[in-house]
């Protein structure tokens, strides 16, 4: 399901568009009520002059939804865990749990494993096993901080996973136990080893909200409707709730020290083919190569989503999180992060001028809009 579907479902349509960046629509308009609001935030300092840097990802999609699977390679078994789109940092933990116990569905349990990936999938597969008591070596062409994984936004919402109209209920089974696993994992490495924290958004609309706030099962906390008189945004409604935050640089560091002091061993090696696959030493091998997939096991499903960030200087007083239409604006200790965008099947790493223009107009206008 991507994001729009899901959080429409949800009563969040609006934040759905702004994750997802598939929105054409301009900043919702301003309220007639302009009060003074209940609820006091500050404004995020938007200008030029501000900007730090612009990243670009690539996101591994699959429209029937993300890869658990277990199959032969040759007398190797090889489970495949990727394709989770713009779900895959909030997913991680429990996609990866999903791909361990497959490993060992027939109950032989390997002692070494081979796992290709050193995202936020291949990581949290490797520490999974570890804490089995496996030995893991890893095996990337990249490492943090050069993942896919680090150029993530990081906030924990599980949508733009899949297409509503190619989720089956086998894939409805398997995307709901994995986000309930990997909320409840997230939330014992809340704190600032792992860089992950929990922090309030407001989702903006000038139409009213819908359902109850819930994904995949999951209600999130503190949802609640705001009227116009209560809040300082630009528009009619808002509604308010609260998830978690994961910071990209921080969290992946974090990991990749505990697999490393648990005595896990990474290599740096471009795998080419199935065949350099097959040659590893390890019996059983985790796929978490994200669209490394496509060419690896010719994934014809598999599909780039571009992501482009930019960020501005940090601002330690801005403690909250603003979803408007495909606009979106998160704090980190590395910068002010806005956002964003969504292009499906595009390749390109380049910068997008126009998107980033569109993003920083888009939010200073919001922001200057803003009652203080």
């Given at each position: 399901m991507?994001?729009?579907s899901a959080?429409?479902?949800?009563?969040l349509?609006?934040a759905?568009?702004?994750l997802d960046?598939c929105?054409?629509?301009?900043?919702?308009?301003a309220?007639?009520?302009r009060?003074?609001?209940?609820l006091k935030l500050?404004?995020?300092?938007v200008?030029e002059?501000?900007?730090?840097?612009?990243t670009v990802?690539?996101?591994?999609?699959r429209p029937?939804?993300?890869?658990?699977?277990r199959?032969?390679?040759g007398q190797?078994?090889i489970v495949?865990?990727?394709?989770h789109g713009?779900?895959?940092l909030?997913?991680?933990?429990?996609?990866?749990?999903?791909?361990?116990?497959?490993l060992?569905?027939?109950?032989n349990?390997?002692?070494?494993?081979?796992v290709?990936?050193?995202?936020a999938?291949?990581?949290s597969?490797?520490?999974?096993?570890?804490?089995?008591?496996?030995?893991?070596?890893?095996?990337?062409?990249?490492?943090?901080?050069?993942t896919?994984?680090n150029v993530?936004a990081?906030?924990?919402?599980p949508?733009?996973?899949?297409?509503?109209r190619?989720?089956t209920p086998?894939f409805?089974a398997q995307i709901?136990q994995a986000a309930?696993f990997?909320y409840?994992?997230?939330?014992?490495l809340v704190?600032?080893y792992y860089g992950?924290?929990?922090?309030?958004?407001?989702?903006?609309s000038d139409s009213?909200?819908?359902?109850?706030?819930?994904?995949e099962?999951?209600v999130f906390?503190e949802?609640r409707?705001l009227r116009p008189?209560?809040?300082?945004?630009?528009?009619q409604?808002?509604?308010q709730?609260?998830t978690m935050?994961i910071?990209?640089?921080t969290y992946?560091?974090?990991l990749?020290?505990?697999f490393?002091?648990?005595g896990g061993r990474?290599?740096?090696?471009?795998l080419?083919?199935?065949d350099?696959?097959r040659?590893?030493?390890e019996s059983?091998i985790m796929?978490?190569?994200?669209?490394g997939?496509?060419?690896?096991?010719?994934d014809q499903?598999l599909?780039?989503?571009k992501?482009?960030l930019?960020?501005?200087l940090?601002q330690?007083e801005?403690?909250?999180i603003?979803?408007l239409g495909?606009?979106?604006?998160?704090p980190r200790?590395?910068?002010i992060?806005?956002g964003?965008?969504f292009?499906?099947?595009e390749w390109?790493?380049?910068v997008?001028?126009?998107a980033?223009?569109r993003?920083v107009e888009?939010?200073?206008?919001?922001?200057?809009?803003?009652?203080?």
């Amino acid at each position: 399901m991507d994001r729009r579907s899901a959080l429409k479902g949800a009563g969040l349509f609006a934040a759905g568009a702004l994750l997802d960046g598939c929105s054409s629509r301009g900043a919702p308009r301003a309220s007639a009520d302009r009060g003074v609001p209940t609820l006091k935030l500050p404004k995020v300092d938007v200008s030029e002059e501000r900007i730090i840097r612009t990243t670009v990802g690539l996101r591994p999609f699959r429209p029937p939804g993300f890869r658990v699977e277990r199959e032969n390679l040759g007398q190797k078994i090889i489970v495949h865990n990727y394709g989770h789109g713009g779900g895959g940092l909030s997913l991680s933990w429990g996609s990866s749990h999903l791909a361990v116990e497959k490993l060992s569905e027939d109950g032989n349990a390997p002692g070494k494993v081979a796992v290709l990936g050193c995202g936020a999938l291949g990581l949290s597969t490797a520490r999974l096993l570890q804490q089995r008591g496996t030995e893991v070596t890893i095996y990337a062409k990249d490492v943090p901080p050069l993942t896919t994984s680090n150029v993530a936004a990081g906030q924990w919402s599980p949508f733009s996973v899949a297409e509503f109209r190619r989720r089956t209920p086998e894939f409805d089974a398997q995307i709901g136990q994995a986000a309930r696993f990997s909320y409840r994992y997230f939330q014992g490495l809340v704190g600032s080893y792992y860089g992950v924290r929990w922090l309030t958004n407001y989702v903006l609309s000038d139409s009213p909200f819908g359902g109850s706030g819930e994904a995949e099962g999951i209600v999130f906390p503190e949802t609640r409707d705001l009227r116009p008189g209560e809040h300082p945004f630009p528009t009619q409604h808002a509604r308010q709730f609260v998830t978690m935050l994961i910071e990209p640089h921080t969290y992946l560091g974090a990991l990749m020290r505990d697999f490393q002091l648990a005595g896990g061993r990474v290599v740096v090696r471009e795998l080419r083919d199935v065949d350099e696959i097959r040659s590893l030493p390890e019996s059983a091998i985790m796929n978490c190569t994200g669209l490394g997939a496509k060419a690896l096991f010719d994934d014809q499903e598999l599909t780039p989503v571009k992501g482009q960030l930019t960020f501005l200087l940090p601002q330690p007083e801005v403690d909250y999180i603003t979803l408007l239409g495909d606009l979106y604006m998160m704090p980190r200790s590395d910068g002010i992060l806005l956002g964003g965008t969504f292009e499906r099947g595009e390749w390109s790493l380049d910068v997008d001028e126009e998107a980033l223009a569109r993003i920083v107009e888009g939010h200073k206008k919001f922001f200057t809009e803003m009652r203080s």
